[in-house]
């Protein structure tokens, strides 16, 4: 029995020097198992006699229930230990940007042309495209500007050939529309444009329009208001005041533009607000019911279907919101530019 | 077109200036700009230079004691005229000239209350000789400008619709229509005197088409001299140069009627039956004529002409000639007031490249009820500013005059067009303010006529835009129209568009927009074998002459700029058309047939680091395969159903071993690679630059294919991984092909569910030559468990094909 109090005493010296969970682990599976010390005590009782071995037996299974015990304790020692030490290592330093994909930056007349969509579609208009590269008479002679009318001089044009032009306007697109389907017609037609203009702080030769069309056989001037005034409340803001005064275009009549009450100063114009010049009003666009001469021209009886036109310029829209003080910006796509259009993401 | 308020007030009550720019802006006229020179310069008063001394540090500066009545102050001026007892006009500290605001300020170490101004520092004459020196009665501390000495003007925007506003009359009848007012008739009487005007000159029009009407009076022993103040005034108000009073008093009667007139020296007209004769023709072949502008004009036949006797003496309607010029020597006029055809004056401005106002006027179609009124005024103007004895009467050539058209106008259609039902009292009413008579009712409608110098209105449609204009466009209620039924069964429309964008924007790329055209030699190496850029016949320049072939040339710009402007890592799309000639099909409608092919592209630039330089980017670069991603993703984002499918190839101005062939659903949709070296260079870009350019149109148009809905799989699948070395010219994917096809070994490709490339590795000890490339290859059977001796039966077969197959090594 001197063996047991040296294998006790060994074994507990043991289990107090584990530093893990597994060390626990080799220690129980040695000392307990089959061939481990205490089997082989246990299986060396029968040498003994008989009257002694159920004090031995005793003996061995109190000192058995004694390890266990002890190693149990061992175990959670480490255990704790070992959380301990996982807790202290994994410290983590919240304040680093996060590792991911950082997202590109849309570009601000992009913007400005998903909001005007969004702004109109739910009102049943969809989005159509045309050739920017355009016959004489889908960009003008459809729409009402005869050959020789000085209409046209408010549109300086670039030629590919007599017939041929660069669009000067989205409004092919109507006409496109009109002679490819039949009303009613919902449509919205963003896209590049080009004019012959000088380029400065305010103009450049391609810039980009986005036109809406909508044609039944009831839609009349009291709807293209509503419509529009629905579209700048979305667009701009519900406090802001809308203008209809009358304009001339030649595909639509009566025609009109609109304005919004300027943001800056409220709609006073005091003070000589620069952004609408002091007259309390921005222009935004142009609209007009569309005129009977555009109907006859892609074989509509004007008799029998009608409806209203408007159209804008994204630049204009993307300079006022955004306060940009030079179209040229727009092209020049100075990633430090475009960044300031998805804010807050420096990181 | 500028109206000055006073002279307005010839013809109107004026309402206050702010008034009536809101008036005009309601009824349509666009108000550009208001000047009120007298209200800007207010601070600028009547001042007595009391004492002029010498300047102590400067020569040509004088320090001038000045007194305004109230206020006595030192002021330094650098004008030669300044000179004591003087009047003059003292700009104090707060006024506000057009050029600057005037401060208190030290001139060369002498402090200056001011200045003393000149004319064209207060913006009334272009240039001027030393500081404006006021008439001795002047008022001392008056402002030397008032409202009634230099009235406000108003700088107007007239659409081409509406030529009857370019004159003063017509923009008072506006007024009129919008106050109620009566116009008011000015006091203009023409005294006759001597013989007859037809026997002093004689007028043909030989050319019908393009003149309705002219009308010629002579005006004779006239002294050709300098204006009355107070036209010249009126005239320079609005921008115009004050010449003599014989070209002032035409001009003058342009801008009040809206009328363009011309005279000829009537001593410089060829005769004919014995009288200077005017002809309206067409030129003859080979007929050449010196405009006033000083330029030779050579005659095309398509323009109309005045001529005298032999030769041409006008341009009609655009501008005169210089042989039939009015001098300092001329003593009679023929006054010309004409119509003449509208497209025909314009074809001819064009062609010769003029635009006056004259022309400006005729184009958008002159009065004919104005003719022989302006011509009047301007032989009253010159009987009474140069003295001229107006012949007797006129002579007049002109077609029977069309009888007035008259326009139906149907009650119902007003309410249809505007969404406002007006009483047809209202109707007439509206109207009627705009000198549009109704002349007939009945149960059709009302018939109207409109004024002769209202030539847009021929239709029930300009009517009804008149109704709206005068009842006001703000009366109108506003609605909001029905359109539910209308989509109702109709798809929406494809948004692959937007989603390829989002795709991209998330993938970390930039969008931008650049124009879509540029210079030809950056597009010609984008070009299609032997075609050219579509080119535009009238550029801005040459480089910004040829329609685009290609995205990249402009992404390559952009990235370039943001290059020079310090970008450490630049990834940018552009979604937008390319042109390309076409030949158009012969049963295509004409309309089409010569339209370039424009087809809808995505580019994509990346170059520079990995991960904008954040924590983690570790110096690594952007490479193809960051390319090859974001193409992917691109892909994914169109939602076509179908992977995006990369193949080694050869791609002009790439880097011949860094370039693929785009394909989805097996169509080529674009490539991708890494920019030529040279190219790089040449661009003076810093590189390595990726690049791609997709056809969004195929790929807009690829059916997505359907998806269906596969079970979990039931029982277990079993992974196996080979790794080997091969030479970097086998694709891995030629690889990854092999064993998705092989690695099923006798048991069938079915069992492999897939295999991915889980490590590629190039470097030590593999030789430079070389990649070692890891596969991953998952078992499984949908309807059973594989054993662990299918499995590697299989997968050891499959390794040994693949050595067989290829010259590759399998690391161990």
């Known amino acids: 029995m001197e063996d047991l109090k040296r294998i006790e005493r060994s074994v507990l010296a043991r289990a107090r020097r584990a530093k893990a969970p597994a060390d626990v682990a080799e220690i129980r599976a040695e000392v307990l198992g089959k061939k481990g010390p205490l089997g082989l005590a246990l299986r060396s009782l029968g040498e003994l006699p008989a009257e002694e071995r159920p004090a031995a037996g005793q003996k061995i299974n109190q000192l058995k229930g004694k390890i266990e015990a002890a190693l149990d304790e061992a175990h959670a020692r480490v255990q704790a230990n070992a959380r301990a030490d996982e807790l202290e290592s994994g410290a983590q330093d919240v304040t680093l940007p996060g590792r991911r994909v950082v997202p590109g930056n849309p570009h601000p007349l992009r913007i400005v042309e998903r909001d005007i969509i969004r702004a109109l579609e739910s009102l049943g208009f969809a989005v159509a495209h045309g050739p920017q590269v355009e016959h004489d008479w889908y960009n003008f002679e459809a729409l009402n500007f005869p050959p020789d009318h000085p209409a046209r001089d408010t549109?300086?044009?670039?030629?590919?050939?007599d017939a041929v032009v660069l669009r000067t306007h989205t409004s092919n697109v109507q006409i496109r529309t009109m002679v490819k389907g039949k009303p009613p017609i919902r449509i919205l037609a963003p896209g590049m444009v080009f004019r012959h203009d000088e380029i400065d702080a305010t103009h450049t030769p391609c810039f980009h329009q986005i036109e809406g069309l909508w044609v039944d056989d009831k839609a009349t001037f009291a709807d293209l208001k509503g419509v529009l005034h629905v579209f700048a409340a979305r667009l701009f803001g519900p406090e802001r005041k809308v203008r209809f005064r009358p304009s001339f275009f030649p595909f639509t009549e009566p025609s009109a533009e609109m304005d919004v009450s300027c943001a800056l100063c409220g709609g006073s114009g005091k003070g000589g607000c620069r952004p609408c010049k002091g007259t309390g009003w921005i222009e935004i666009m142009g609209a007009g019911m569309v005129d009977p001469a555009v109907f006859e021209a892609v074989g509509y009886d004007p008799e029998k279907v009608q409806g209203f036109a408007f159209g804008m310029g994204l630049e204009r829209?993307?300079?006022l919101r955004w306060g940009v003080d030079d179209i040229r910006l727009f092209y020049e796509n100075d990633l430090r530019f475009l960044e300031q259009f998805r804010p807050g993401d420096t990181r | 077109m500028q109206i000055r308020l006073d002279w307005l007030a010839d013809f109107i009550e004026v309402p206050p200036l702010a008034a009536l720019a809101d008036l005009l802006t309601r009824a349509g006229v666009e108000v550009e700009a208001v000047v009120d020179r007298a209200a800007a310069l207010k601070g600028v008063v009547v001042a007595e230079v009391l004492e002029v001394a010498a300047h102590p540090n400067a020569d040509r500066l004088r320090v001038c004691e000045v007194f305004d009545g109230s206020e006595r102050a030192r002021v330094v001026c650098g004008a030669a005229n300044v000179a004591q007892g003087q009047k003059v006009a003292w700009a104090k500290v707060g006024a506000v000239l057009p050029a600057f605001a005037?401060?208190?300020?030290?001139i060369r170490g002498v402090d200056s209350a001011g200045m003393l101004a000149a004319k064209a520092e207060l913006g009334l004459e272009d240039k001027s000789d030393g500081i404006w020196v006021l008439p001795a009665d002047a008022v001392l501390g008056a402002p030397v400008v008032t409202e009634k000495t230099l009235p406000p003007a108003l700088t107007l925007g007239i659409t081409p619709n509406r030529p009857d506003l370019l004159s003063h009359i017509g923009v008072a009848r506006e007024v009129a229509a919008a106050t109620g007012k009566r116009l008011l008739a000015p006091p203009w009487r023409l005294t006759e005197k001597g013989p007859d005007c037809s026997s002093l000159c004689r007028v043909v029009i030989e050319e019908p088409a393009g003149c309705r009407r002219y009308a010629a009076r002579v005006v004779r022993n006239l002294k050709v001299g300098p204006s009355p103040a107070w036209l010249k005034e009126r005239l320079e108000a609005i921008g115009q140069r004050s010449i003599n009073n014989l070209v002032d008093a035409t001009n003058y009667v342009l801008f009040e009627t809206g009328q363009p007139l011309h005279a000829f020296d009537l001593g410089r007209l060829g005769v004919e039956n014995k009288l200077p004769t005017i002809k309206v023709r067409a030129p003859k072949a080979g007929e050449k004529l010196v405009t006033l502008d000083g330029v030779e004009r050579t005659l095309d036949a398509d323009d109309l002409i005045i001529a005298d006797s032999q030769r041409p003496v006008a341009l009609a309607g655009i501008m005169g000639g210089g042989d039939s010029e009015v001098s300092v020597d001329t003593t009679a006029v023929l006054l010309e007031s004409a119509y003449f055809d509208p497209a025909r004056v314009r074809r001819g401005a064009r062609r010769h490249g003029l635009h006056t106002e004259a022309s400006h006027r005729f184009e958008r179609g002159a009065d004919p009820g104005m003719t022989l009124k302006a011509l009047d005024r301007c032989a009253q103007l010159l009987a009474e500013i140069a003295q001229g004895e107006v012949a007797k009467g006129v002579v007049e050539v002109a077609q029977k005059p069309e009888p007035p058209k008259e326009i139906l106008l149907r009650s119902a259609r007003v309410a249809q067009i505007l969404g406002v039902k007006l009483p047809t009292e209202?109707?007439?009413?509206?109207?009627?303010?705009?000198?549009?008579r109704c002349v007939a009712r009945n149960d059709n409608g009302l018939r109207f006529q409109a004024p002769t110098f209202r030539p847009d209105l021929t239709r029930e449609i300009d009517l009804i835009e008149e109704i709206a204009r005068r009842?006001?466009?703000?009366?109108?209620?506003?609605?909001?129209?029905?359109?539910?039924?209308?989509?109702?069964?109709?798809?929406?429309?494809?948004?692959?568009?937007?989603d390829i964008r989002q795709a991209l924007l998330a993938a970390g790329v930039s969008e931008v927009v650049t124009w879509g055209f540029g210079s030809p030699a950056a597009y010609e190496p984008y070009c299609a074998a032997g075609a050219a850029p579509v080119k535009i016949r009238n550029p801005l320049g040459e480089e910004l002459s040829a329609l685009r072939t290609s995205l990249t040339p402009g992404l390559l710009g952009v990235l370039g700029h943001n290059q020079r402007h310090g970008a450490e890592s630049v990834r940018l799309f552009e979604i937008g058309r390319t042109f390309a000639p076409r030949q158009g099909a012969a049963d295509e409608d004409a309309r089409d047939r010569d339209l370039p092919q424009e087809t809808l592209k995505v580019g994509v630039v990346l170059w520079g680091g990995r991960h904008q330089g954040r924590w983690y980017e570790r110096g690594e670069r952007l490479d193809f395969s960051d390319l090859a991603g974001v193409l992917e993703n691109l892909v994914a984002g169109a939602e076509v159903g179908l992977p995006l499918v990369l193949q080694k190839a050869t791609v002009p101005r790439m880097h011949p071993q860094a370039a693929a062939e785009l394909k989805v659903a097996g169509k080529a949709i674009g490539s991708a690679g890494q920019l030529h070296p040279d190219v790089v260079a040449a661009a003076g870009l810093t590189g390595p630059v990726l690049s791609a350019e997709l056809d969004l149109d195929v790929l807009e148009?690829?059916?997505?294919e359907a998806i269906r809905y596969r079970s979990l799989p039931r029982f277990p699948g079993t992974r196996r991984d080979v790794a080997v070395v091969a030479p970097r010219t086998i694709p891995a994917e030629e690889l990854r092909a092999y064993l998705a096809a092989n690695a099923g070994g006798a048991l069938g490709p079915k069992v492999v569910e897939n295999v991915r490339v889980f490590d590629v590795y190039r470097g030590k000890p593999i030789p430079a030559t070389h990649t070692s490339l890891a596969f991953a290859i998952y078992y499984r059977l949908a309807e059973r468990t594989l054993t662990d001796?299918?499995?590697n039966t299989a997968f050891d077969q499959a390794v040994l094909g693949l050595q067989a197959a290829f010259p590759v090594e399998v690391r161990r």
């Open chain 1, 155 to 161: 549109q300086d044009t670039f030629f590919v050939s």
């Open chain 1, 317 to 319: 829209i993307a300079l």
């Open chain 2, 102 to 106: 005037i401060e208190k300020r030290a």
């Open chain 2, 426 to 436: 209202t109707v007439v009413q509206l109207l009627d303010s705009l000198e549009i």
């Open chain 2, 471 to 498: 009842y006001g466009y703000d009366q109108v209620p506003e609605r909001l129209p029905d359109a539910s039924q209308d989509y109702a069964y109709v798809p929406l429309p494809s948004t692959r568009r937007d």
């Open chain 2, 701 to 704: 148009a690829v059916v997505a």
């Open chain 2, 789 to 791: 001796v299918e499995v």
